[in-house]
């Protein structure tokens, strides 16, 4: 199908331009509206953001293949999502299953952090095994040999209840010897964590990745006893180690993302981490929401639309997915920005109202109509 999209407000990430003017869809490709052409639709984004589709840098999409995933196409094309990466859902003994089952069978694509563990996160009954000792180096250097296309890299988990004090910079080293070996980023959940954030932060390349880095649960978090942003991590955001709002259900605090951001500790991307536990129910709700969010804690838009677009597509390799050039991926969503209370909350009882959020109007994947909300078009 072949569409003409006008009127709208056209934020291309690639450019970071933000222009009036129309796009054409045709033949799953972006293209210059032909005004000799007849389009099998003509859709009027007039008050609309129309812009690449949204990156979820960090979902749980293994349905039924663990306790925590949702429905990858339900969760993704209502919420502007064409390209999700899962958040270590599964690690190598699984990965293969995940591959052929779910991802084969969904529409909308995803790529994958491999968790080190190779049970993956199959419960939340019991953790997965971080002793080095079980960490399947060489499944995992194969699976990445096998899969450069989807395996974009390796997860760890540094919380209490998790992994003990006493291994935990054992198997963070471990983990990025290997990711190294392999050659691809660590990401690093740090909700609860065993150790300081800034010393974790320092153990870390240019190019790891840090997620919930908002978290208020446990002894450390990204603050001081003073509510200042810890120096180590600004340091380590200077020398390239990129932050992930990553919201989640438990792994997010109002409170500690808005005094992080006030003093400049704003994040390099911002994902759901959507899981069964809170997909659109609060306090994580919905990617699109959870950008809102930001918006009204003083980031721009352009800024908050990068941080789900450009920052994520560099970090899987994929740049083309973020931008709105001529013979791009026709992956597009259309966005309307909404003057309107919105409240939020979160897992330790703080409270906030938005006064914007952004309502995903209409979704294409290749071109193809995927999602489109019923009073617009």
Do not use: W
Not at 125 to 131: A, F, G, H, I
């Amino acid at each position: 199908m072949d569409f003409l999209i006008k009127n709208g407000l056209v934020y291309d990430p690639a450019q970071a331009c933000l222009e009036c003017r129309d796009v054409a869809l045709e033949d799953g490709k972006i293209a210059r509206p032909d005004p000799q052409r007849s389009y099998r639709q003509v859709v009027d984004a007039a008050n609309c953001i129309v812009t690449t589709g949204l990156i979820d840098y960090h979902v749980h999409y293994f349905y039924r293949g663990t306790e925590n995933g949702v429905n990858p196409d339900a969760s993704s094309f209502c919420c502007g999502v064409t390209t999700a990466v899962d958040g270590g859902s599964c690690g190598a003994g699984s990965y293969e299953l995940y591959r052929r089952t779910v991802m084969a069978s969904s529409d909308v694509r995803i790529l994958n952090c491999l968790l080190v563990a190779s049970g993956g996160q199959a419960t939340d009954r019991y953790p997965e095994n971080l002793d080095p000792a079980f960490f399947d180096e060489a499944k995992i250097c194969r699976l990445f040999q096998q899969y450069p296309d989807n395996l974009v890299g390796l997860k760890i988990r540094m919380s209490n209840g998790i992994v003990a004090r006493g291994q935990a910079e054992t198997s963070l080293r471990r983990a990025v010897e290997i990711a190294e070996k392999v050659g691809t980023r660590l990401v690093v959940h740090v909700t609860s964590p065993v150790i300081p954030l800034d010393q974790l932060a320092a153990m870390l390349r240019p190019g790891d990745v840090i997620c919930h880095i908002y978290q208020n649960r446990g002894e450390h978090t990204c603050l001081d006893a003073q509510g200042r942003v810890l120096p180590g991590l600004l340091e380590a955001q200077k020398r390239g180690v990129l932050f992930d709002a990553s919201n989640g259900r438990s792994n997010y605090d109002l409170e500690t993302c808005r005094k992080a951001v006030e003093q400049g500790f704003v994040p390099d991307i911002i994902s759901s981490d959507v899981n069964a536990s809170s997909c659109f129910l609060q306090p994580l709700h919905s990617l699109p929401r959870i950008l809102s969010k930001f918006l009204d804690f003083g980031m721009g838009l352009p800024q908050v639309l990068d941080a789900a677009t450009a920052a994520p597509a560099r970090l899987i390799g994929r740049l083309s997915l973020a931008s709105m050039a001529e013979g791009t991926e026709a992956d597009v969503c259309i966005l309307r920005l909404k003057e309107k209370k919105v409240p939020y909350e979160d897992i330790n009882g703080n409270r906030f109202e938005g006064s914007r959020v952004l309502v995903p109007m209409m979704t294409f994947k290749g071109g193809e109509c995927k999602f489109c909300q019923a009073d617009f078009c």
